[in-house]
């Protein structure tokens, strides 16, 4: 194997005739619980995320030299925002092959500074894996002709939802006392129902659980329905539910004989 000298090593990393090859890909993913406070049921309800590991590299080559970098990367599923990458807890992260460093007396250098290295040994691109990230649910988008309005709804651990549609009943309650019935039970938390139709006819359920306390963040559920069973499905039969059912008409009865 050749052996070169520090000063050599830093000018063969400096010049440009290196070849570059870079690899993404996703290895596993795990169901990570979280506990969310839930004001209808004051009580804590486990929400289940997605969280997705994988791995990139830089191969860099020039002739029998070679130089390579490696990292981790892991998101939330649906949630481009958390990408991270990390070399953490990597046991190579650089490796050297086909030459020896050396100092002045000849003997390796095993700490090389692959921190100084230009960026391009150890720069990756993901778009690739971030744009497979699906954040966003397009319903009845592209329907010449409506006039109906554009929505953007805000999901949690899940794409959010975009859609051509109307509103056609909502229902909430409140973090007030002094209101009476509506009263949510709890102070500074209350919730939100709102049922829409889109232009093509499917129905979007939309629950919000608000909150005013520091450190607590509001919560976002949704469903896309075909009809009003799977509707009562996804919103249950509590007061507040009941509440929006009158207001879209939907029979939320049990007949019987």
């Given at each position: 194997m050749k052996t070169i000298t520090m000063d050599e090593f830093k000018a063969l990393v400096r010049r440009d005739d290196w070849h570059h090859e870079q690899t993404a890909e996703i290895i596993d993913s795990?169901?990570?619980e979280n506990e969310e406070w839930n004001n209808d049921t004051e009580d804590l309800d486990c929400k289940q995320k997605t969280q997705v590991y994988g791995s990139g590299s830089v191969e860099s080559r020039l002739g029998d030299v070679v130089i390579s970098y490696h990292e981790g990367f892991n998101y939330y599923q649906f949630d481009r925002s958390s990408f991270s990458t990390s070399p953490e807890g990597l046991d190579d992260v650089w490796t050297l092959e086909g030459v020896r460093v050396v100092d002045e007396d000849g003997d390796p250098v095993t700490d090389l500074e692959w921190d100084d290295l230009p960026a391009r040994f150890s720069e990756i691109d993901y778009s690739s894996i971030k744009n497979g990230i699906n954040e966003i649910i397009d319903i009845d988008t592209d329907i010449e002709g409506s006039d109906m309005e554009k929505?953007?709804?805000?999901?949690?651990?899940?794409?959010d939802i975009r859609f051509t549609g109307?509103?056609?009943?909502?229902a909430a309650s409140t973090e007030n006392k002094a209101v009476g019935h509506s009263y949510s039970g709890e102070?500074?938390?209350?919730?939100?129902?709102?049922?829409?139709?889109?232009a093509g006819g499917k129905y979007v359920c939309y629950q919000v659980g608000r909150t005013i306390w520091e450190g607590e963040k509001d919560r976002h559920s949704a469903a896309i329905c075909?009809?009003?069973?799977?509707?009562?499905?996804?919103?249950g039969h509590r007061w507040l539910a009941k509440e929006l059912y009158d207001d879209a008409g939907i029979d939320d009865t049990l007949e019987v004989e």
């Open positions: 795990i169901d990570i929505y953007l709804l805000e999901v949690d651990n899940a794409p109307e509103l056609i009943a909502s102070t500074g938390r209350w919730t939100e129902l709102k049922l829409f139709k889109t075909e009809n009003h069973q799977e509707i009562i499905e996804f919103f």
